[in-house]
T-cell receptor, first 109, second 114 residues
Framework: GQNIDQPTEMTATEGAIVQINCTYQTSGFNGLFWYQQHAGEAPTFLSYNVLDGLEEKGRFSSFLSRSKGYSYLLLKELQMKDSASYLCAPMDSNYQLIWGAGTKLIIKP | IAGITQAPTSQILAAGRRMTLRCTQDMRHNAMYWYRQDLGLGLRLIHYSNTAGTTGKGEVPDGYSVSRANTDDFPLTLASAVPSQTSVYFC?????????????FGPGTRLTVL
């Protein structure tokens, strides 16, 4: 079957760094997306990885290891506005996104 | 450019009533999706359409139907609403595979079935 595993909740301090891990099992693989979702709002795109390695985009970076079925999202210089849920979504062989339940990130001053 | 719009924003509905949630995109994306999101659960795919004129069932299709008469519109119908269909419904669209598989979401419809 298809499965996504992320921590349910994480807490971090403003200005710090946090890493959100995601492990996945899918039928085929065509890349992995990370989305951000603020409470009461729609998900918005953060990153896409299809090859192994690290993709950096400003304060956010995303890493992929296809052989391990593993990805992480790294957030640097945390700001209060980064308080949100972060959704890991690999794309399967049918190009459908398989969604995890998301990790709720709480930022404390 | 509006992107994706959904209507209504929220709705309270009596059980047994019929309801259509509307979704329109102006990005000319081929693929469109309907998801429901319940507290503590991930987005669950209800129905999808890879191109106008075709539809497919997702993970939780029972009690829902869709149509895709043209590229822009993808309405979701609840034929006879039940309380378990209380949820937030998101419509999304994408254009292609790989990085083009990025899905763009509408603002959501919050539906309560009593």
């Amino acid at each position: 079957g298809q499965n996504i595993d992320q921590p349910t909740e994480m807490t971090a301090t403003e200005g710090a760094i946090v890493q959100i891990n995601c492990t996945y099992q899918t039928s085929g693989f065509n890349g992995l997306f990370w989305y951000q979702q603020h409470a009461g709002e729609a998900p918005t795109f953060l990153s896409y990885n299809v090859l192994d390695g690290l993709e950096e985009k400003g304060r956010f970076s995303s890493f992929l290891s296809r052989s391990k079925g593993y990805s992480y999202l790294l957030l640097k210089e945390l700001q209060m506005k980064d308080s949100a849920s972060y959704l890991c979504a690999p794309m399967d062989s049918n190009y459908q996104l398989i969604w995890g339940a998301g990790t709720k990130l709480i930022i404390k001053p | 450019i509006a992107g994706i719009t959904q209507a209504p924003t929220s709705q309270i509905l009596a059980a047994g009533r019929r309801m259509t949630l509307r979704c329109t995109q102006d990005m000319r994306h081929n693929a469109m999706y309907w998801y429901r999101q319940d507290l503590g659960l991930g987005l669950r795919l209800i129905h999808y359409s890879n191109t106008a004129g075709t539809t497919g069932k997702g993970e939780v299709p029972d009690g829902y139907s869709v149509s895709r008469a043209n590229t822009d519109d993808f309405p979701l119908t609840l034929a006879s609403a039940v309380p378990s269909q209380t949820s937030v419904y998101f419509c999304a669209s994408s254009d292609g595979t790989g990085s083009g598989g990025e899905q763009f979401f509408g603002p959501g419809t919050r539906l309560t079935v009593l």
